[in-house]
């Protein structure tokens, strides 16, 4: 087999691997190997050929993966779903938090929830609470700051 065919075929197996991964990584091997492919034309010496893959593929990834992380991966922003997104809402207690009973209930976008102070407090029936986060399938509450205007 000649060698600019070897670069070929492996190249089409890193763009076509690229394909099933979502790193951008393997890319810039089958760029790489396609550079190697075009240096093959000219000199048979396989070192050389490796060693400018292997150059290549290192340039090509250091230099882009700035320009990945800033415009490809900080534009997707995470979107909160599921259970976290009740983290930082606001809920009613429906069931008290007292200091004989730890767990309590809270209803959070009409979803009634157990829940846990905060700090171990009570908190009584009908207060008003804010998620602070999930522990296993329990909110951790805390009472909400209420803000009153002059």
Same mark, same amino acid.
């Given at each position: 087999?000649?060698?600019?065919?070897?670069?070929?075929?492996?190249?089409?197996?890193?763009?076509?691997?690229?394909?099933?991964?979502?790193?951008?990584?393997?890319?810039?091997? +089958?760029?790489? =190997?396609?550079?190697?492919?075009?240096?093959?034309?000219?000199?048979?010496?396989?070192? #050389?050929?490796?060693? #400018?893959? &292997?150059?290549?593929?290192?340039?090509? !990834?250091?230099?882009?993966?700035?320009? #990945?992380?800033?415009? !490809?991966?900080?534009?997707?922003?995470? #979107?909160?779903?599921?259970?976290?997104? &009740?983290? +930082?809402? $606001?809920?009613?207690?429906?069931?008290?938090?007292?200091?004989?009973?730890?767990?309590?209930?809270? $209803? &959070?976008?009409?979803?009634?929830?157990? =829940?846990?102070?905060?700090?171990?407090?009570?908190?009584?029936?009908?207060?008003?609470?804010?998620?602070?986060? !999930?522990? +296993?399938?329990?909110?951790?509450?805390?009472?909400? &700051? !209420?803000?009153?205007?002059?």
């Amino acid at each position: 087999m000649v060698m600019w065919q070897f670069w070929l075929i492996v190249a089409g197996v890193f763009l076509i691997g690229e394909i099933f991964t979502a790193g951008f990584l393997i890319f810039w091997l +089958g760029i790489a =190997a396609v550079l190697s492919m075009l240096v093959s034309i000219f000199t048979d010496n396989l070192i #050389v050929q490796a060693s #400018v893959f &292997v150059i290549a593929s290192g340039l090509l !990834i250091f230099f882009t993966k700035p320009f #990945v992380d800033k415009y !490809i991966t900080k534009n997707q922003k995470s #979107v909160k779903t599921n259970a976290f997104s &009740v983290i +930082g809402k $606001k809920g009613i207690v429906t069931k008290e938090m007292s200091s004989t009973s730890k767990f309590g209930q809270v $209803k &959070v976008d009409e979803e009634i929830w157990t =829940a846990v102070s905060e700090d171990s407090k009570p908190i009584p029936e009908g207060t008003e609470i804010e998620v602070v986060k !999930i522990d +296993g399938v329990k909110l951790v509450v805390k009472p909400a &700051v !209420i803000v009153i205007a002059k």
